[in-house]
């Protein structure tokens, strides 16, 4: 699905696109680079990229400043990829429109498994995928069925509309932030703790071991992860 895919990867430390070349190429993606702000945006218009990889700290200006101009008018995959450590960075890129955040020094592995799933949801939102299926965990969300194992789960209203949002947005982590808004809007509800309250309701539920998650993950600081769908 994803091999043969054009990454634009946008970063000022020569190094790290080179580096970024080798991975992405040794797994058949197309690699395009640009070192600064201006050199991204015209990649953008020419070269029409299928993912980029951005760097927050360039030259000419913040990354962040390019992501707003491009969720203006794209859905185009974003991969943040920064030095900046503090989780405030990375709520900050997220909420702005990224699709996720990978911090320097990265691990191939894991970089490769965040651009999958990247590429895997944009597929998906553009084909409205209705069924997710991932271990024991199958939801419909045409017929509105949730299973474990086989069996239906019953779940409250908010129960199912938390885990709809993640199951739409599966193999991204999504902000606190958006979850408030999209589950009880954010003039309804503003405290997260209410929200960690219906994500271990909702773990107790869904996984079978809620002490231990394996499909609905805590991101520190940031928010929640629903395990990308199996293929």
């Known amino acids: 699905m994803s091999h043969g895919a054009r990454i634009l990867v946008v970063d000022d430390e020569k190094p790290i696109r080179r580096l970024l070349r080798t991975t992405l190429e040794a797994q058949d993606y197309e690699v395009l680079e640009a070192a600064d702000l201006r050199g991204a945006r015209a990649a953008l218009a020419s070269d029409k990229p299928d993912l980029m990889i951005l760097d927050l700290g360039l030259p000419d200006g913040d990354g962040l400043e390019l992501l707003r101009e491009l969720r ?15 989780e405030a960075s990375k709520v900050q890129a997220l909420d702005e ?20 799933a990247a590429l895997r949801h944009r597929l998906q939102q553009q084909g409205a995928r209705p069924v997710y299926q991932s271990g024991a965990l199958r939801v419909d969300l045409v017929h509105r069925r949730v299973q474990l194992a086989g069996a239906e789960l019953r779940l409250s209203p908010k129960e199912y509309a938390l885990l709809e949002q993640l199951v739409l947005h599966a193999g991204k982590v999504l902000t606190h932030k958006h979850l408030l808004k999209a589950v009880w809007d ?15 309701q909702l773990r107790q539920k869904i996984e079978a071991d809620a ?10 600081g940031v928010g929640y992860r629903l395990r990308a769908p199996e293929a």
């Open 72 to 86: 203006r008018h794209s859905a185009l995959p974003v991969l943040v990829l920064s030095s900046r450590h503090f």
């Open 211 to 220: 002490q231990q998650p394996q499909l609905l993950q805590t991101e520190a």
């Open 97 to 116: 429109g990224a699709d996720d955040y990978v911090s320097k020094p990265f691990g191939s592995e894991e970089l490769m498994a965040r651009i999958r």
């Open 186 to 200: 954010s003039q309804e509800v503003s405290d997260v703790q209410y929200l960690r309250i219906y994500v271990r």
